[in-house]
């Protein structure tokens, strides 16, 4: 079975081409990624199915679908559109799946606000995948213009997180 950083590098690989639909096989499981305008890609990781024989019968079992998940994207706000246009900003964004936290603890502060200056390697989030918790850096120096996401949020991979005004 193929590793979560080489499943988020095919992710990633369909997400920047023009491929619609992608399956991959191996081992007993199947993954498949399929594209559509207006939604989130989608991942179906489904185990092979085995013939069973009952009595000269040949009996094909469903196969079992672990995870199917297509959101519909909502339509963002006027002034978040036009800042998302806005190729002065940088967005940081999600690189994996996951539940968006904006401080390392529910009782502390959170690591950036709108107007916050930031260095390149500043801790602007967290993002929690299979319990594992992911500090995402600011990739460029500047100042925080706008937090898209509310604490607590699942993400999407490459969903913007923040846009920055780089320096």
Known sequence: ???????????KLIDQSSIEKFTFE???????????????????A??????????DVIVAPQPKVEAVQVVQQEEPQAVVAEA??????????SPMVGTFYSAPSPDEAAYVQNGDKV????IVCIVE??????????EVSGEIVEVLVKDGQL?????PLFLVKAN
């Open 129 to 138: 995948a299979m319990k594992l918790f992911n500090e995402i850096e600011a």
């Open 84 to 93: 998302l246009e806005d190729s002065s900003l940088h967005k940081v964004t």
């Open 119 to 122: 260095k390149a390697d500043s």
């Open 155 to 159: 993400v999407e991979y490459g969903q």
């Open 1 to 11: 079975m193929l590793k979560i950083q080489e499943i988020r590098e095919i992710i």
């Open 46 to 55: 489904v185990p092979e199915a085995t013939p069973v024989v009952q009595q």
């Open 26 to 44: 191996s081992d007993g499981a199947k993954i498949k990624l399929e594209k559509r305008s207006g939604q989130q890609a989608a991942v179906v």
